[in-house]
């Protein structure tokens, strides 16, 4: 078995030799697959999973735009289109100056199967731009909207490629690729998900991957007779998914004790109240502003300059910002002061050590392919919300939202359950997804 893994896996890696966060994804991946590949004949001697880390297609292309000055500015603009055996292909884009191809790769393949968790037809994809929005005005982010879409366009349509948001893409952003696209196309269809609520958007789009993410780690708890109720939970990010992650947690009786930045985190001992959470979201969302100055409003707050909050004593923990912001020392640190629960709201935020610490200890571990599939799910529910030209309400699409969780779980639970009895949950993801993609390129043949 072993020799299997690593022929499979050094054949990756001569191919894809300068991407680390992909490799990272897919040993993740060939590790808990491949013993399933060997013991199951239909899927033996296929190269379905070689078939998989491939990319259907992979689209680079220049964007150039105008900046406030006059400056001519150029960005790299990519959308990577994995697998579309169940679907057209469905996945965020990046804007932040850390994309490359790697990255989106590392992304892409992990939503072919998170995608296929979520139980609706859907195929796997992501793109971005290494262009930053920070600092910049709302007519530069139009003008680079715009130009982004000037190429994009030509790839992607509502039967073929549907974007969403993702690290540094929210309803504005959307807002203007869509206005773009219209204009190109001259058609109002649902191209994109994560649209405002007047011109196509879903109720619970925004809040769906926070949500979710919950919603699955409840699920977690439940299993060991547990909740969320007067947990101290500790949460990184204060962009979407950390928001409304903090938002449910606070609904469903947990004290929320950090959120983070690039810059930092801050830890309220008292804990971050619903009135506390209502400025992180001005902060954040209207003023655009950093973490840091929540102890501007609530000074007996700390801020920990260039700190993850990781060393923050909790029974629950919600990496939410990025991937591999979660290492050994972290997971060491958390299971030390009792951490029984992790769940990723971010795509890998965990690192490999840090897995095999959690799940050594044999403590409740979600990946986040599995726990923040709440919002690609609810992106498809958007989906279909704009094929029937019709509207769910709030609780319709919460209560569809809960469901699709829950049937993640129970995946995951079908999958992932060792000798022991403990639930490898990243095995019964990987395995559950896997499973659902490759019996239908199996039913497709070789194309
Ligand atoms: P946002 O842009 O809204 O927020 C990202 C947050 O993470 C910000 O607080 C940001 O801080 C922080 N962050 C980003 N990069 C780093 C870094 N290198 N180091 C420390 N902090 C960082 O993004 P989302 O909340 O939408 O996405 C967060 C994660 O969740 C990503 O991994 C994304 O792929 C994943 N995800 C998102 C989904 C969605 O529906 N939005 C769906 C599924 C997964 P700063 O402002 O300083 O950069």
Redesign the pocket.
């Given at each position: 078995m072993k020799q299997n893994i690593e022929s499979f896996l050094a054949m990756v890696t001569s191919r894809n030799s300068h991407e680390p966060e992909f490799l990272q994804a897919v040993e993740e991946v060939a590790e808990t697959v491949i013993p399933y590949i060997v013991e199951h004949d239909i899927y033996y001697g296929k190269n379905i999973l070689l078939r998989m880390v491939e990319p259907e297609r992979l689209i680079s292309f220049r964007v150039s735009w105008v900046d406030d000055s006059g400056e001519i500015q150029v960005n790299r603009g990519y959308r990577i289109q994995m697998n579309s055996a169940i679907g057209p292909y469905k996945g965020?884009l990046?804007f932040?100056p850390?994309v490359n191809a790697s990255i989106l790769k590392f992304?892409a393949f992990e939503q072919v199967f998170k995608n296929a968790l979520t139980t609706l037809p859907m195929g796997g994809g992501k793109g971005g731009s290494d262009f930053d929005p920070?600092g910049k005005s709302d007519n530069e982010i139009m003008r680079f909207c715009h130009a982004f879409m000037s190429e994009l366009f030509r790839y992607i349509g509502p039967n073929t490629d549907i974007p969403?948001?993702?690290?540094?893409v929210?309803t504005r952003e959307i807002g203007f690729l869509f206005g773009m696209y219209k204009k190109l196309r001259n058609e109002f269809t649902g191209v994109l998900t994560g649209k405002g609520m007047s011109w196509g958007g879903s109720l619970i789009r925004p809040e769906?991957?926070g949500y979710g993410n919950v919603y699955f780690a409840e699920k977690m708890l439940e299993t060991k007779g547990d909740s969320f109720k007067g947990k101290n939970v500790v949460i990184?990010?204060?962009?979407?998914?950390?928001q409304y992650a903090a938002e449910k947690v606070l609904q469903l009786g947990g004290k929320v004790l950090t959120l983070?930045?690039?810059?930092g985190y801050i830890y309220d001992s008292e804990g971050i109240d619903k009135e506390k959470l209502a400025f992180v979201m001005q902060l954040?969302n209207e003023k655009r502003g950093?973490?840091s100055e929540y102890l501007d409003k609530y000074p007996d707050a700390e801020f920990h300059k260039g700190k993850t909050p990781w060393g923050v004593k909790c029974e629950v923990a919600l990496p939410?910002?990025?991937?591999n912001?979660l290492h050994e020392e972290d997971a060491n640190i958390l299971l030390k002061n009792g951490c029984i629960c992790v769940s990723e709201?971010?795509?890998m935020?965990s690192t490999k050590e840090a897995i095999a610490a959690f799940h050594k200890a044999k403590i409740l571990f979600a990946p986040?392919k599995a726990s923040?599939a709440g919002?690609?799910a609810t992106s498809g529910l958007e989906m279909t919300q704009n094929s029937l030209r019709y509207k769910w309400t709030r609780e319709e699409v919460d209560n569809k939202l809960k469901d699709i969780m829950s049937d993640i779980h129970k995946s995951c639970l079908e999958y992932g359950k060792d000798d022991d009895g403990y639930i490898d949950y990243v095995k019964g993801a990987n395995i559950a997804g896997f499973v659902k993609v490759a019996d239908a390129m199996l039913a497709q043949g070789i194309v």
């Open positions: 965020g990046r932040h850390t992304l920070k969403a948001g993702d690290i540094g929210g769906a991957t990184s990010g204060s962009g979407n998914v950390a983070s930045d690039s810059g954040k950093r973490i939410c910002a990025t991937q912001e709201g971010a795509n935020p986040g923040n919002g690609v």
